[in-house]
């Protein structure tokens, strides 16, 4: 089973997932290790692996250390065409549609992909999109690009079919890590009424509630960074992964 359909596989069975993201940035050899750990047993659906900075080699020590040790798939979340690594399952090719860097429409691509081929990991094209979230992030800052304007629906809307219409499998809703302000509500309910993608949304979610309340407006998948690196604890994560697939399987049990 390829890892795109294990994903599918989740929101089918549980209505939606819950994905860590791991920034070796951050943390890195045995606390990294504990913290994909714990992500395992407290039913976290996916690891995601990456960041927008990533200065060193760290990458591919951290997803060596987490793939002997966890069965989860492991996912690379790139920042650029360096973050590519042999050591993991996957890796969400990235375009970042929202902004107008050619660099990161298609430059990047191009030079990660031969790469990949030969690491034989697979490739999840994915539409990725930047939502202003009150003050300037690393994403921005490190993309050279702007956020859609959360006021603007209907924009975030046109980018989201575009990325349909060409073909991409998912579509990523970025607040940015450590955002001020997560996406709305609001702009998650109008896109996942448009377009038949499965939506991934990300950024400043702090509180199991508010993972929840993004289940609810229509996110498939949320992901969670900050709020398990720096309150990681087994009880912390456990209660995320509760709101999320409690709320997933509300949603199923709708008509
Ligand atoms: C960033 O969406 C992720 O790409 C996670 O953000 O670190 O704010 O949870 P946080």
Redesign the pocket.
Known sequence: MTVFARLLDTRKRKGAGLWA?LDPDRSSGKGIVELARRCERADVDALLVGSSLLLSSKLEEALKLIKGEVSLPVII?PGNAIQISRYADAILYLSLISGRNPDLLIGEQVKAAPLIREYGIEPISTGYMIIDSGSPTA?QFMSNTQPLPQTKPDLAKAHALAAQYLGMKLLYL??????KNSVSEGIIGEVKGYVDLPLIV????KTPEEAARKVEAGADFV?????FEKTGSPERIEAFSQAVHRAGADKMSKP
């Not at 970025?174 to 955002?179: C, D, N």
């Not at 990300?202 to 979610?205: A, K």
Request: no cysteine; glycine share 34%.
């Open positions: 993201l979340f994403v970025e607040a940015g890590s450590g955002a990300g950024g400043g979610i992901v969670i960074g900050n709020a």
